[in-house]
């Protein structure tokens, strides 16, 4: 029995190319004049997906037709399936056809333009695919009854050698073995080989011996894994790649030797969406992007819980692929999900399970209904929620019901602004809108006048969001920022210890970048809380080290102590070290007990690059206790100033 054939032409395309795209199909039964065909170039319409084509007859450029044999021609319309923009392409064939008579559907140049070039063509979709699919439906009594489609395949692969990429820990200690991943990336950030056969990449760093740099070919993989690099001396290394034949150089990010042990910096996303895939429709290759592409090391769900932004189906699908995709030492996924309440007294919540298989807690389920009984029903260490957007109109928390055992981290930042504080008080990335539907600043909501009252948190960074709180603000004018990203230090590399982590806020937040931020008071680390009961000596001087090291050059180190600018360093350099000795009475410097029991005061780090991007560490707080000890130093202190 004779079987159609469907063929592309050509069988291979690079991302982003533009040309003329034929499908040529070859009918294995006769088809009558009027026989409908429907084309589904299986676009959801997104910016990196193939470029959807025109079916005005006039057009010149990336139109969609049809061509018989004996050359007769049909144009198609345009038509809109149910629960979808994006359109399918529906022809009325113009002949009869007998069996083993073809036709071809061409997308690019309009048979009527004279240009010679490609410039008149479709654009091919930006990221890889392997028998990438176009379906071709027929209906051959020509009233709209489609059967099951025809299949045409392009394989798409990686365009020209734009970048290379070097995936590095970004902190090791000295003689410590760690390993390298080279990623060499077209301009969309794919894999490739496409370059001039025998290219070299040449690799070193600082501190190498330049007999002792490496010559590398590009493989035909477009990834290269380079195992057991170590230094020898604790600083600050960037890996340099150097293409011998354009040229071209590129750095890794900083990567940072300690002389000794040391925890772990793990980078990755609490709460967003990926630019490639979404997550509402299948999370199996999200995830695979951001661990293969991204190179996260972590990344934890935020499907919107009502049933009509997440089915139980869906929700089902994302269990299993989270738990499927949490691998020790290699990427941590958690399950997470989105919830939104009252105005102020609640807000918006990034909840976070610490284990796989946890029900989505719907808010129109009674026990659901209200945070209070969702922390009752729930510990802290199997369920973290992250107040998020916190700072704005659509999702304003005023912190008076804050919950310091369940809220151990806030989000700082996402890409649709910074909570930190308001306008006036110098917020670099304000939330801001052109129409009044759109988001503003809520000041209550705001990192500094939480912390102020007494609320203890550290930092996180979301990404871009589009979903449920945040879905209108594209068309709302909204002013829009970088994706963040969040630092997590840990001494291991599982989603135990990171979930761990986040409860003791070691953490801090970028708008992107991935700079390095180490901040220390007596020795205590980021998200540590002191007291002059155990150190007495606080009362005098607050001893604050810290380092910045930033993917471009450093414009400027703040630290902030009760929300102002106590000190600011002004580096020349890329990376910058420091130590600061705060030597302001405590007892006159501190804040009001607010929600806690003692005065106190906090700090913490604020970095600006010269490229606009900044980073925040968690605060560090001291509580003041008055006792003899406390009392004998603030005497011996004011006798010293006399």
């Known amino acids: 029995m004779r079987r159609s054939i469907a063929v592309s032409e050509p069988a291979i395309a690079y991302a982003g ?98 240009v ?120 600050v290394y960037r890996l340099k790649l150097h293409n011998t034949r354009t040229g071209d150089i590129f750095y890794s990010a900083p990567i940072k030797c300690f002389s000794e042990e040391a925890p772990s910096l793990f980078w990755g996303q609490l709460h967003g969406e990926n630019e490639k895939y979404d997550t509402m429709e299948d999370i199996e290759p999200c995830l695979r992007s951001l661990r293969d592409e991204e190179a996260m090391n972590f990344f934890a769900t935020s499907n919107p819980e009502p049933t009509e932004e997440t089915s139980n189906d869906v929700w089902k699908q994302v269990v299993n692929n989270v738990a499927q995709f949490n691998e020790e030492d290699r990427f941590v996924s958690m399950l997470g999900f989105q919830w939104q309440g009252e105005d102020n007294e609640e807000g918006l919540r990034q909840f976070i399970y610490a284990k796989d298989s946890k029900p989505l807690l719907r808010k129109k389920e009674s026990k659901n209904s209200a945070l209070k009984k969702i922390y009752r029903t729930h510990t802290p260490k199997e369920l973290l929620a992250i107040p998020c957007f916190t700072g704005s109109s659509l999702a304003p928390f005023d912190f008076k019901d804050f919950n310091p055992e369940f809220e151990r981290v806030v989000e700082i930042y996402n890409a649709w602004g910074s909570s930190e504080c308001t306008a006036k008080q110098g917020n670099p990335f304000p939330i801001n809108s052109k129409k009044k539907k759109g988001a503003t600043a809520f000041d209550k909501g705001t990192i500094r006048h939480a912390l102020n009252q007494g609320h203890r948190f550290g930092f996180t960074a979301g990404g871009l969001d589009d979903r449920f709180t945040y879905e209108n603000l594209i068309d709302e004018g909204q002013k829009q920022y970088s994706p963040g990203i969040t630092g997590i230090m840990a001494p291991q590399f599982s989603r135990d210890a990171l979930f761990e982590a986040l409860y003791q806020r070691r953490t801090f937040a970028t708008t992107g970048p991935r700079m390095l931020l180490g901040l220390n008071l007596a020795n205590a680390p980021i998200g540590s809380e002191l007291s002059t009961l155990q150190k007495p000596g606080l009362i005098v001087n607050r001893h604050i080290s810290g380092f910045a090291v930033g993917t471009e050059d450093l414009e400027k180190i703040e630290i902030i102590r009760n929300g102002e600018v106590l000190s600011t360093f002004k580096p020349d350099s890329s990376e910058f070290s420091f130590t600061y000795d705060d030597m302001d009475p405590l007892g006159d410097v501190v804040l009001p007990p607010g929600s806690n029991e003692t005065p106190f005061v906090y700090y913490y780090l604020r970095v600006f690059q010269k490229d606009g991007h900044i980073a925040w560490s968690s605060p560090i707080w001291i509580d003041f206790i008055a006792n003899e000890s406390a009392s004998l130093l603030m005497k011996s202190r004011k006798k010293g100033r006399k």
Request: charged letters at 30%; glycine letters at 6%.
């Open 17 to 114: 190319q533009k040309r003329t795209w034929k499908f040529i199909y070859t009918t294995a039964t006769a088809l009558p004049k009027g026989t409908k065909l429907k084309f589904d170039l299986l676009s959801e319409g997104r910016p990196t997906d193939w470029e959807l084509p025109e079916t005005d007859s006039k057009k010149k450029k990336n139109v969609i037709y049809m061509v018989t044999e004996e050359g007769a021609k049909a144009f198609a319309k345009a038509v809109i399936p149910k629960n979808t923009p994006v359109p399918q392409f529906e022809f009325e064939l113009p002949e009869d056809l007998e069996a083993e008579d073809s036709f071809t559907i061409f997308i690019g140049k309009g048979p009527s333009s004279s």
């Open 116 to 235: 010679e070039d490609n410039s008149a063509g479709n654009t091919c979709q930006c990221h890889l695919q392997r028998r990438r699919s176009f379906y071709l439906y027929i209906d051959t009594k020509g009233k709209g009854n489609y059967g099951d489609p025809e299949i045409f395949t392009i394989d798409v692969k990686g365009a020209e050698l734009s970048h290379i990429r070097a995936i590095t820990p970004s902190f090791v200690v000295k003689n410590k073995r760690f390993d390298v991943v080279l990623r060499f990336e077209d301009e969309f950030g794919n894999f490739t080989s496409n370059t001039e056969e025998g290219t070299l990449i040449d690799l070193s760093y600082n501190q190498l011996r330049e007999n002792l740099s490496w010559k590398l070919f590009i493989p035909e993989t477009g990834y290269l894994a380079i195992p057991n690099l170590y230094f020898n001396e604790p600083g």
